[in-house]
């Protein structure tokens, strides 16, 4: 009978020893779990910071994007969504800009237009180029911060390659400026290139800034013009815009290699 109990006793000694290795087993586990993964945050933040971003945009353009997209078919509807927020209008404006400048795959032609359609042409102009400004400042300084390995795993090797080249011809202030300034050329991804280029913060905010102007009001124009309905207008605006598009698509680095060339 004694030398039972004490088998007993004893299986259930070995039993809650084993319990507590195991627990102990599982803590270091845990921890050594817990360090791999913050060492593994550290070392993926270019990526965690993408995501994030990503995040922070599909929200905003939730709830701001999809309603300008349609700006074409029913262009009062976005007017009253924008002038909804009242006093707080011109910000909810700004931060659209800034964040199609961020995320480049959102078109900033159909914002600049809502711009001039809600406003007028200077004030929508001059909004739409504040809120560009800002959003390429944000652009500039990430790309510079993250640096090349960054920019190589969100934009394509063919466009990297294809504005590197361009700005090594000559002047990259006045390759800058040009690329910005002649339509049809695909310059979505062109400020966070210019991050991780030898231009200057200084250089690259005014020549930018400077080659977006003509576009920039030319867009708030055809956006005022529609909230007129002024169409003889819209269409001269349109087709002039059209040639100048197609001849920057085609005969646009053409252009710019051949001023630089003579600069």
């Known amino acids: 009978m004694l030398s039972n109990i004490f088998f007993i006793m004893q299986e259930k000694t070995i039993y809650m020893f084993n319990i507590n290795f195991k627990g102990e087993t599982m803590l270091i586990k845990i921890k050594a779990f817990c360090k791999n993964l913050f060492k593994s945050m550290?070392?993926?933040?270019?990526?965690?910071?993408?995501?994030?971003?990503?995040?922070?945009?599909?929200i905003m353009a939730y709830e701001y994007y999809g309603h300008y997209f349609n700006i074409f078919r029913n262009p009062q509807k976005i007017k009253n969504i924008i002038l909804s927020y009242g006093d707080y209008s011109i910000f909810a404006f700004l931060a659209l800009q800034i964040i199609q400048v961020i995320a480049f795959f959102i078109p900033g032609e159909v914002?600049?237009?809502?711009?001039?359609?809600?406003?007028?042409?200077?004030?929508?102009?001059?909004?739409?180029?504040?809120?560009?400004t800002i959003g390429s400042a944000i652009v500039y300084s990430i790309s510079r911060f993250y640096g090349k390995p960054f920019i190589e795993k969100i934009i394509s090797k063919k466009h990297i390659k294809f504005f590197d080249k361009i700005l090594k011809l000559g002047n990259?202030?006045?390759?800058?400026?040009?690329?910005?300034?002649?339509p049809g050329i695909p310059k979505d991804v062109l400020a966070y290139i210019c991050g991780i280029s030898n231009i200057k913060f200084k250089n690259f905010m005014i020549y930018s800034t400077a080659g977006r102007i003509p576009g920039i009001f030319l867009s708030a124009f055809f956006g005022?013009?529609?909230?007129s309905g002024n169409k003889n207008m819209l269409i001269i605006i349109a087709i002039t815009a059209s040639i100048l598009f197609i001849v920057g698509i085609f005969k646009g680095e053409k252009i710019i290699k051949s001023l630089i060339r003579k600069e």
Do not use: H, P
């Not at 550290?42 to 599909?58: E, G, H």
């Not at 600049?112 to 560009?132: H, M, V, W």
């Open 224 to 227: 005022f013009k529609m909230y």
């Open 111 to 132: 914002i600049q237009i809502a711009g001039g359609y809600i406003y007028t042409t200077f004030e929508g102009g001059f909004l739409s180029l504040l809120g560009i």
């Open 42 to 58: 550290y070392d993926n933040r270019a990526y965690i910071m993408i995501i994030l971003i990503a995040l922070f945009i599909f």
């Open 172 to 182: 990259i202030n006045f390759a800058i400026f040009l690329l910005y300034l002649i």
